[in-house]
């Protein structure tokens, strides 16, 4: 099969230039065109041009080439318009399809974690109470906990300290220093646990997302009742929320 060519030579050049300015920052014309293979005739004309739409600049004083600041701004109109549920759907249904329950997808909101998705399992007759549009505290679920683990200790002492602690079940962490010890442990494994501590007779496993900026501002959890969370289910479960996590932040970043 012959090696498909960009139709229209003059845009491919474009995007080689811009690509090769971002790759080595500022660069003179020579530079370019030794870089390019291109004589620098041609090379100075796609410079130019770039410089009239704004995607490019020229130091006036070393003469240098550079990108502006316009390729950003059309970068974050594309990342405003990714819908994140369109994105996490499909991985939340197949993670309910292969552990048979149900699955939660929540976006930090100061002390909370706002649920902005569910997959409820059919495959059980126990249904989760919660609801789309609720919320849940940080220091004492899973979802926040996997949220609480990528901050810096700053941070997390400062969500802490303007979070109502206090017990919601008898499991519930409330001494400072046992909850910092949770989220280490959390650090090593790539997943958080929430042992009965927001729900009674509830356990949930749950792990965090990174955006593109490595930012941790989603979170999943598969939640179901203890007796079907063993610690045994919780480490075979583990294996399908650490894959999900890679292939998700892989797709978001």
Same mark, same amino acid.
């Given at each position: 099969?012959?090696?498909e060519?960009?139709?229209?030579?003059?845009?491919?050049?474009?995007?080689?230039v811009m690509e090769?300015?971002?790759?080595?920052?500022?660069?003179?014309?020579?530079?370019?065109?030794?870089r390019l293979?291109?004589?620098?005739?041609?090379?100075?004309?796609l410079?130019?041009?770039? /410089?009239?739409?704004?995607?490019?600049?020229?130091?006036?004083e070393?003469g240098?080439?550079s990108?502006?600041?316009?390729?950003l701004?059309?970068?974050?109109?594309?990342?405003?318009k990714?819908?994140?549920?369109?994105?996490?759907?499909p991985?939340?249904?197949?993670?309910m399809?292969?552990?048979?329950?149900t699955?939660?997808?929540v976006?930090?909101?100061?002390?909370?974690?706002?649920y /902005?998705d569910?997959?409820e399992?059919?495959?059980?007759?126990?249904r989760?109470v919660?609801?789309?549009?609720?919320? /849940?505290p940080l220091?004492?679920?899973?979802?926040?906990?996997a949220?609480?683990?990528?901050?810096?200790?700053e941070?997390?002492k400062?969500?802490?300290?303007?979070s109502?602690?206090?017990?919601?079940?008898?499991?519930?962490?409330i001494?400072?220093s046992?909850?910092?010890?949770?989220?280490?442990?959390i650090?090593k494994?790539?997943?958080?646990?929430?042992n009965?501590e927001?729900e009674?007779?509830?356990r949930?496993?749950?792990?965090c997302?990174?955006d593109?900026?490595?930012?941790?501002?989603?979170a999943?959890s598969?939640?179901?009742?203890?007796?079907r969370m063993?610690?045994?289910?919780?480490?075979?479960?583990s294996?399908?929320v650490?894959?999900?996590?890679q292939?998700m932040?892989?797709?978001?970043?």
């Amino acid at each position: 099969m012959a090696e498909e060519k960009n139709p229209i030579q003059v845009a491919d050049r474009l995007f080689l230039v811009m690509e090769t300015l971002a790759e080595t920052g500022p660069a003179g014309l020579i530079d370019l065109s030794n870089r390019l293979n291109l004589h620098k005739s041609t090379v100075h004309r796609l410079l130019n041009s770039l /410089i009239y739409m704004g995607y490019a600049r020229q130091d006036q004083e070393t003469g240098k080439y550079s990108l502006t600041f316009k390729i950003l701004e059309i970068s974050n109109k594309v990342l405003n318009k990714v819908d994140v549920l369109e994105i996490a759907r499909p991985h939340l249904k197949r993670l309910m399809q292969q552990t048979g329950e149900t699955v939660h997808f929540v976006q930090i909101d100061g002390t909370e974690a706002v649920y /902005i998705d569910k997959v409820e399992s059919h495959q059980n007759s126990v249904r989760m109470v919660s609801k789309v549009g609720s919320r /849940i505290p940080l220091y004492c679920s899973g979802v926040g906990k996997a949220l609480l683990a990528t901050m810096k200790p700053e941070a997390v002492k400062k969500l802490w300290e303007a979070s109502d602690i206090h017990r919601l079940t008898p499991h519930t962490i409330i001494d400072y220093s046992r909850f910092l010890k949770d989220l280490e442990e959390i650090r090593k494994k790539g997943y958080a646990l929430d042992n009965e501590e927001n729900e009674e007779g509830v356990r949930c496993i749950a792990a965090c997302l990174t955006d593109f900026k490595g930012k941790a501002k989603y979170a999943f959890s598969i939640s179901a009742p203890v007796n079907r969370m063993t610690d045994e289910r919780i480490t075979e479960l583990s294996g399908y929320v650490l894959e999900m996590k890679q292939q998700m932040t892989q797709e978001m970043s």
